[in-house]
């Protein structure tokens, strides 16, 4: 089983400029999801492969020992690209350098690196047990519903639920059917789906993998306080 892991790293960065390479408890955040492939590399047949526009993650990349020669196409590094074509692009440019097909491709995304090893596993034993699965990707219990707490401007320009339970209204938050947040922090792709076209990670044969733990991704400078705030005070109860 051939494996590619992804890191994807655009520069222009508008939410927390300069990110994906900004420190973080001492360590580049880039340098979070390196590390962690080295910790697969020692159990997997993997290739670690960067995609960057950005001459500055290259070369902080290169510092924990991730090395390219792949330069993100400029169509590519906008703020309205598509990640499932800036993963396809340096998927092919991969498989055209090994003369051959990887089984799975790994996204791991910069901006949530609070993941484990054992989640990578675990994960990827998921989608193994299911072949007709696509993909998979990562989630923690959402802590609103929108069967319960999350309202929309409906067709009268009033504000109603997002979604209705079938049978009835939902009286608790506890009886409403099971909602999940995307962390956003890894992805995993069997190599057919990059054969059909697909521009979402969201698909009618998708399954998730649910952490047992904290996670989320750093949109927002308060974000990255409070992650970095977790860092150093040793708030975690996991290694990553």
């Known amino acids: 089983m051939k494996i590619l ?3 994807c790293a655009r520069g222009g960065s508008k939410g927390i400029p300069g990110k994906n390479i900004k420190d973080i408890n001492g360590k580049s955040l880039i ?3 390196i590390d962690l492939t080295k910790k697969i590399k020692e159990k997997f047949d993997i290739k670690v492969a960067l995609s960057t526009d950005d001459q500055a993650i290259k070369q902080k990349a290169e510092f924990f020992g991730l090395n390219t020669n792949y330069i993100r196409p400029d169509y590519l590094a906008t703020d309205t690209a598509g990640k499932i074509d800036t993963i396809k692009d340096l998927l092919l440019y991969e498989e ?3 003369g051959d ?3 799975f491709i790994l996204d791991l995304d910069v901006t949530s690196p609070l993941r484990t090893l ?3 596993e675990n994960s990827l034993s998921l989608i193994l047990e299911n072949p007709e699965a696509l993909n998979l990707f990562s989630v923690n219990p959402a802590a609103r519903s929108p069967y319960f707490n999350m309202v929309e401007r409906n067709g009268e320009g009033f504000y ?3 979604k209705t339970n079938p049978d009835g209204s939902v009286m608790t938050r506890q009886s409403a059917p099971k909602v ?3 962390n956003a922090s890894f992805y995993w792709y069997r190599r057919s789906f990059f054969d059909r076209n697909i521009k979402s990670a969201i698909t009618d044969r998708s399954l998730i993998y649910e952490m047992n733990h904290i996670c989320f991704d750093l949109d927002h400078p308060v974000d990255f306080l409070f992650m970095e705030y ?3 005070n040793n708030k975690l109860d996991f290694k990553i």
Do not use: M, P, R, W
């Open 118 to 120: 054992e989640d990578i």
């Open 101 to 103: 097909k990887y089984d």
């Open 31 to 33: 340098g979070y999801s």
């Open 5 to 7: 892991i992804t890191i």
């Open 160 to 162: 109603s639920l997002v």
């Open 96 to 98: 055209s350098i090994a």
């Open 180 to 182: 999940y947040d995307l």
């Open 230 to 232: 977790l860092l150093q």
